[in-house]
């Protein structure tokens, strides 16, 4: 089994549907997949399956491209707080064995070892671009989510593909998510709330509305733009 499985599965269904909508930003399912396929391809020519791939973006849609292209590659994805102290990312990409860091532009000056930065308005497409992910031990690892380190260095949780499988298929389940819902997503992709977002939700055909990080502080506009795009479920 592959955590991103039953999004592809999805795909066949639903191809046209709004998979996330990022400011003026909209993609498709099928648009989505594309972007998947893409990195999924590249990353597969670098050998790095079970390998642990860092990703330094914001929240939004190239950081979920990112997500599910390490995960359709059969490696192992470590999501970023990019606005952590450096110390404290060079640690979590050290410890945690990073093969690369993918962010947008250059490299920052922040990381220590910028041979690792993979840029990801560069990544080429390839002749072939079909992928569909690897079968995968449902032990194999899936993610990787570091603790804050308030008390200490942070520490990294790995998640196997049946744990997430297994919270997925629950939260769909217990919030009854079809394709008519929208999700409004708040959680960063380093906290664990984003399982739901990320994989909850697409499993299940439903729309992915990023909350814009302006609004997380004002409850009165927030409750406003909940309600222009008809969100139907959120969780903070």
Not at 29 to 55: G, M, P, V
Not at 94 to 122: C, E, H, M, R, Y
Not at 179 to 192: E, G, K, M, N, T
Request: hydrophobic share 40%.
């Amino acid at each position: 089994m592959n955590i991103v499985t039953p999004f592809f599965q999805q795909c066949t269904q639903i191809p046209e549907k709004t998979a996330f909508v990022e400011d003026e930003k909209t993609i498709s399912y099928i648009d989505f997949k594309t972007r998947i396929e893409k990195i999924s391809a590249f990353l597969q020519t670098k050998q790095t399956k079970n390998q642990c791939i860092a990703i330094a973006l914001d929240r939004g849609i190239d950081a979920a491209s990112c997500i599910y292209g390490v995960l359709s590659a059969g490696a192992i994805y470590l999501p970023l707080d990019i606005k952590n102290p450096t110390t404290r990312l060079n640690f979590i990409i050290q410890d945690a064995q990073a093969q690369f860091v993918i962010g947008q532009g250059k490299a920052p000056d922040w990381l220590t070892n910028p041979t690792l930065w993979l840029d990801i308005s560069q990544i080429p497409v390839l002749e072939s671009v079909s992928v569909a992910p690897p079968p995968t031990d449902a032990t194999a690892l899936a993610a990787i989510l570091y603790t804050s380190g308030s008390t200490g260095n942070p520490k990294g949780v790995a998640l196997s593909h049946q744990a997430l499988a297994n919270f997925s298929t629950w939260a769909a389940q217990t919030f009854e998510l079809n394709q008519q819902d929208r999700i409004a997503s708040l959680a960063p992709f380093h906290f664990d709330l984003s399982i739901f977002d990320l994989f909850s939700s697409l499993a299940t055909g439903a729309s992915i509305y990023f909350i814009p990080a302006r609004l997380a502080l004002s409850p009165s506009r927030l409750t406003t733009w909940l309600r222009n795009k008809h969100e139907t479920t959120s969780r903070y």
